[in-house]
């Protein structure tokens, strides 16, 4: 059963900064059923990321991901005031069919 | 527009029934996978179940295993969850999203394949407490 682990839980930016969220993987997984959301309070997740390294349609290019055996990362590379949120991992495939990691926040400092 | 719309939230007493619905438009709701997904108050993400196109498959995440159900209407571009037995534990909001599968194929053989959920709804609100 694969479980994703996100850190770090919480990270505090200021904005222009670089954020560098992980995801680790508990078992071998295809980066292709890999994604990335981004979630406000009280809205619904966005895709950001998919197959580890796609951008998802109109999201900007300071979204970036990357993936190296069972690490995952998503970089932002220049925070904007609206990139302050949640974000999790998603393994989309195996048993159970569809895990998520716990999420990360991403706090103005 | 591509857009999903959950109903059928609200209060109901532990053991109680429910039944969600997820009203897809912009899309041909036949051609997708779909799924449910939903947050407790203050906690991440949980996949609950997903459906094939024709229904033919369905699959659920073991907690909910036995007590929901999970069916759609293709003629009225509609998802559902029937929430049977139900306990504290799955209060939550609940969010139904399109799933998406695609599979690139080169003479006969996977090229590349991405699986992931691009269009989500906004979510309905299912509280169980006496």
């Known amino acids: 059963e694969v479980a994703l682990t996100q850190s770090p839980g919480t990270v505090s930016l200021s904005p222009g900064e670089r954020a560098t969220l992980s995801c680790w993987a508990s078992?071998?997984?295809?980066?292709?059923?890999l994604a990335w959301y981004q979630q406000k309070p009280g809205q619904a997740p966005r895709l950001l990321i998919y197959?580890?390294?796609n951008r998802a349609t109109g999201i900007p290019d300071r979204f970036s991901g990357s993936a190296s055996g069972t690490d995952f990362t998503l970089t932002i590379s220049r925070v904007e005031p609206e990139d302050f949120a949640f974000y999790y991992c998603?393994?989309?495939?195996?048993?159970?069919?569809?895990?998520f990691g716990q999420g990360t926040k991403v706090e103005i400092k | 527009e591509v857009q999903l719309v959950e109903s059928g939230g609200g209060l109901v007493q532990p053991g109680g029934s429910l039944r969600l619905s997820c009203a897809a438009s912009?899309?041909?709701?036949?051609?997708?996978?779909m799924s449910w997904v939903r947050q407790a108050p203050g906690k991440g993400l949980e996949w609950v179940a997903n459906?094939?196109?024709?229904?033919?498959?369905?699959y659920y995440v073991d907690s909910v295993k036995g007590r929901f159900t999970i069916s759609r209407d293709n003629a009225k571009n509609s998802l559902y969850l029937q929430m049977n037995s139900l306990r504290a534990e799955d209060t939550a909001v609940y969010f139904c999203?399109?799933?998406?599968?695609?599979?690139?194929?080169?003479?006969?053989?996977?090229?590349?394949?991405?699986?992931?959920?691009?269009?989500w709804g906004r979510g309905t609100t299912v509280t169980v407490s006496s």
């Open positions: 999203a399109r799933d998406r599968r695609d599979i690139t194929m080169v003479r006969g053989f996977v090229y590349s394949s991405y699986y992931y959920m691009d269009v």
């Open positions: 912009g899309f041909t709701f036949s051609s997708f996978w």
């Open positions: 459906i094939k196109q024709d229904g033919s498959e369905k």
């Open positions: 078992q071998s997984v295809s980066s292709s059923y």
């Open positions: 197959g580890a390294s």
């Open positions: 998603q393994h989309y495939g195996d048993s159970p069919l569809v895990t």
